[in-house]
């Protein structure tokens, strides 16, 4: 008998899944709209041209393959917080700001809740949106946290549940933890408005509830990275000692170079470097140290003015292409009659629009269409392009009706 003969079969990954089944299908018609990675006109990957030019420096400077330190290339953490927090937050240039580099955002998330499931003092339970990033959960769990959700999404609108997310946040037990999307929430696309966003932090500010954020679409939403970092830089001005994740797959569509960061705000210099101590105890048994180069990439662009407003440049156009992606789709299906309420399409914002599409409506589309996209109806705007939005649109239209 073998050891592993009572290992059960788990379930595929939901959205991997997705990939699964467009690479069988053989039309050519086919439309993969399941996993969130930024296409460009004709569809295909795209290597950002700021990322290029950073490559050939790196090459002409020939460094060395030794191990980062364990909390990473210290000119990546330095430029990455600062992109974050921006260069006149307080905390910053007070010192007391912790900072790692992490193995993207989803290893951001993971040294942020062991690090929370070994040091923070009260109710190690998070509460995520409902729904979430379908990955938050098994994170949160898998390093000990307790996970419990909020309500956030309001089917009847396709829009955010704000009461619902009050009165959720304001229920909750004292000083628990609670994630937030700081822009472009996945899988939903729906943002709170700044002002909401302030209620959202009297609310945690009241409850002493423990802001985690998570950003892994830092300019990505609107073009723009400051107005993408609104909210976690909002927090932190209103004396929140927040969490964050960065990750720069997306926005500098980094993705398998595994690029990010994971900070903490503290109260004073010695408080960061005790916590600096522990975020490394908590790093080394993980994985050591992180890889070079992404970091390397990342850091010579936050670095260099010019490559740094290419990229800036760059970021724009991936998500205006995807804002003009909206509006045409939206256009599409409101010329063809399509029965329902489409608006939501423009108003939703980043890599994925929630179209409202039901599971049977999704499994038609699969079938008879060749378009693929998650059980839930939510589709990644970036695999819409000239050539396939007709057909996307026409196809939805036909699966409605
Ligand atoms: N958080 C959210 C909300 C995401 O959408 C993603 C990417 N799909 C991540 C974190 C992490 O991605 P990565 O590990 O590739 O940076």
Redesign the pocket.
């Known amino acids: 008998l073998s050891v592993w003969s009572a290992v059960p079969a788990g379930p595929p990954d939901p959205i991997l899944g997705v990939t699964e089944a467009f690479k069988a299908d053989k039309d050519p018609r086919k439309i993969n709209l399941g996993v969130?990675a930024y296409r460009d006109e004709n569809g295909k990957p795209y290597v950002l041209n700021a990322v290029k030019k950073a490559e050939e420096i790196l090459v002409q400077q020939n460094p060395d393959k030794e191990y980062l330190p364990i909390t990473g290339l210290p000119e990546f953490t330095a430029s990455a917080a600062k992109l974050a927090y921006s260069a006149d937050s307080a905390p910053l240039k007070e010192g007391r700001v912790a900072v790692t580099q992490s193995?993207?955002?989803?290893?951001?998330?993971r040294i942020g809740g062991a690090f929370l499931g070994r040091f923070y003092p009260h109710v190690k339970t998070i509460y995520l949106p409902v729904p979430?990033?379908g990955?938050?959960t098994p994170v949160f769990r898998d390093s000990g946290l307790e996970v419990k959700g909020y309500r956030y999404f309001d089917k009847k609108t396709v829009g955010l549940d704000f009461e619902g997310l009050k009165e959720d946040l304001k229920a909750a037990p004292e000083k628990s933890i609670v994630l937030l999307?700081a822009c472009?929430?996945?899988?939903t696309g729906v943002d709170p408005t700044p002002e909401q966003w302030k209620e959202i932090s009297d609310i945690v500010k009241e409850k002493q509830l423990f802001p985690f954020f998570?950003m892994?679409?830092q300019g990505f939403a609107s073009g723009d990275t400051a107005r993408d970092a609104f909210a976690v830089r909002y927090f932190v001005e209103q004396g929140h000692q927040i969490a964050l994740?960065q990750?720069?797959?997306?926005n500098m569509g980094l993705?398998g170079e595994?690029?990010?960061a994971f900070s903490l705000v503290t109260s004073s210099p010695e408080e960061r470097a005790r916590v600096d101590s522990q975020l490394k105890i908590v790093i080394r048994p993980m994985y050591s140290n992180p890889p070079l180069h992404g970091a390397r990439i990342a850091s010579t662009i936050l670095r260099d003015e010019q490559l740094y407003r290419l990229w800036e440049g760059e970021v724009k156009h991936m998500a205006n292409r995807i804002i003009q992606m909206r509006d045409r789709l939206y256009d599409n299906l409101v010329g063809q009659n399509t029965p329902g309420e489409w608006s939501h399409i423009k108003k939703q914002i980043g890599?994925f629009s929630f179209t409202g599409l039901t599971q049977p409506q999704t499994k038609v589309l699969a079938e008879k269409a060749h378009i693929y996209m998650t059980a839930d109806g939510r589709i990644s705007m970036a695999g819409l392009n000239g050539n396939n939005i007709d057909y996307f649109a026409e196809s939805v239209s036909k699966a409605v009706k």
Do not use: C, E, Q
Request: aromatic share 14%.
């Open positions: 969130g193995i993207s955002g989803t290893g951001a998330l979430s990033w990955n938050h999307h472009a929430h996945n899988p998570d892994a679409y994740a990750s720069f797959a997306k993705y595994r690029v990010g890599m």
